[in-house]
């Protein structure tokens, strides 16, 4: 009877010491399971009319060997001739494989073999509108790297702007923003910058939304490629970078509807063709790293 309890507590004391080693192992397992990405891995943003940076979204996919494109042009109003137009450009910068994704097909998905995809510019809202939510998953997932211009850029974040602020004053309640493809998170995107004067938008929209910690105004030709934390700027003008600085104030929020607004504090710089830059952290990391966790 001795014997039978001795062998009964030393199989009941085996099960704990398992049980404990497994929930350890689940535990450690469950540590190691990486947090949603703050950014999209690679991210080849650019400010319109892409020209020679099309030719650089090209080689960073791979070039004539390995590129393999698939082209998504829900922004345009006219898709089937902006598809037709992107894959002569592709295939003048010497790549051989682009696939297209019908505007028509509410179950579009990307190709097993791609591995970039190039969003075209157009409306930013009319993208996200007609944006199939299995595709929007599958790139928000997409392992290789995404190509987007124009308003395509602009809808990259998880918050976009999508019209308002045209002119170079800043009127209170003007600036529209929506949800976006939330590719990149603590970050807002502008595009034709230089051209069209949107500094003044750029820095409103820091202003206005409390999760922004930086915006990057692209000048048309422009991109940067972002790779985890990394920026790269590549083309013919300027990434503009807005930051909030010490001090930063604005009373947007408490001024009437259309009134002149003040924004004080903001730090901007001008980055050119190959020159780097890195992006903030996103708030939850900035929050632990302030408080030592």
Same mark, same amino acid.
């Given at each position: 009877?001795?014997?039978a309890?001795?062998?009964?507590?030393?199989?009941f004391?085996?099960?704990g010491?398992?049980?404990?080693?497994?929930?350890?192992?689940?535990?450690?397992?469950?540590?190691?399971?990486?947090?949603?990405?703050?950014?999209q891995?690679?991210?080849?943003?650019?400010g319109?009319?892409?020209n020679?940076?099309?030719d650089e979204f090209a080689?960073l996919?791979?070039g004539?060997?390995k590129a393999?494109?698939?082209i998504?042009? /829900?922004?345009g109003?006219k898709?089937?001739?902006?598809?037709?137009?992107?894959?002569?450009?592709?295939s003048?910068?010497?790549?051989?494989?682009?696939?297209?994704?019908s505007?028509?097909?509410?179950?579009?998905c990307?190709?097993k073999?791609?591995?970039?995809? /190039?969003?075209?510019?157009?409306n930013?809202?009319r993208?996200?509108?007609l944006?199939?939510?299995?595709?929007?998953k599958?790139?928000?997932?997409?392992d290789?790297?995404?190509?987007?211009n124009?308003a395509a850029?602009?809808?990259?974040p998880e918050?976009m702007?999508s019209?308002g602020?045209?002119?170079?004053?800043?009127?209170?309640?003007q600036?529209?923003?929506?949800?976006?493809?939330?590719?990149?998170?603590?970050?807002?995107?502008?595009?034709?910058v230089g051209?069209?004067?949107?500094?003044?938008?750029c820095?409103?929209?820091l202003?206005?939304?409390p999760?922004?910690?930086?915006?990057?105004?692209?000048d048309?030709d422009?991109?940067?490629?972002?790779d985890?934390?990394?920026?790269?700027?590549?083309?013919?003008g300027?990434?503009?970078v /807005?930051?909030k600085?010490?001090?930063?104030?604005?009373?947007l929020?408490?001024?009437?509807?259309?009134?002149?607004?003040s924004?004080?504090?903001?730090?901007?710089?001008y980055?050119?063709?190959?020159?780097?830059?890195?992006?903030?952290?996103?708030?939850?990391?900035a929050?632990k790293?302030?408080?030592?966790r």
């Amino acid at each position: 009877m001795l014997k039978a309890r001795c062998l009964l507590t030393a199989f009941f004391l085996m099960m704990g010491i398992f049980g404990t080693m497994s929930d350890a192992r689940a535990e450690d397992q469950t540590s190691k399971q990486p947090a949603k990405a703050a950014v999209q891995s690679r991210l080849f943003l650019i400010g319109g009319n892409a020209n020679t940076t099309l030719d650089e979204f090209a080689r960073l996919a791979g070039g004539a060997k390995k590129a393999a494109v698939a082209i998504i042009t /829900y922004a345009g109003d006219k898709p089937i001739e902006l598809a037709d137009a992107v894959q002569n450009a592709f295939s003048a910068a010497n790549v051989r494989k682009t696939f297209v994704i019908s505007a028509d097909d509410k179950k579009a998905c990307l190709p097993k073999e791609a591995n970039a995809v /190039y969003i075209g510019g157009g409306n930013e809202s009319r993208l996200m509108r007609l944006m199939p939510e299995g595709l929007a998953k599958q790139l928000a997932n997409f392992d290789g790297i995404i190509g987007a211009n124009s308003a395509a850029a602009m809808a990259a974040p998880e918050t976009m702007i999508s019209g308002g602020l045209e002119s170079s004053v800043i009127h209170a309640q003007q600036l529209k923003l929506a949800d976006g493809m939330d590719l990149i998170r603590g970050i807002i995107v502008d595009s034709h910058v230089g051209q069209r004067g949107r500094d003044a938008r750029c820095i409103a929209s820091l202003a206005s939304v409390p999760e922004a910690q930086m915006v990057i105004g692209l000048d048309e030709d422009t991109a940067v490629l972002i790779d985890g934390r990394n920026a790269t700027v590549f083309g013919a003008g300027h990434a503009r970078v /807005y930051r909030k600085g010490p001090g930063f104030a604005t009373n947007l929020n408490s001024v009437p509807r259309n009134a002149v607004a003040s924004v004080q504090n903001t730090l901007v710089s001008y980055f050119s063709h190959g020159d780097k830059f890195e992006l903030p952290l996103p708030v939850a990391v900035a929050e632990k790293t302030a408080h030592g966790r």
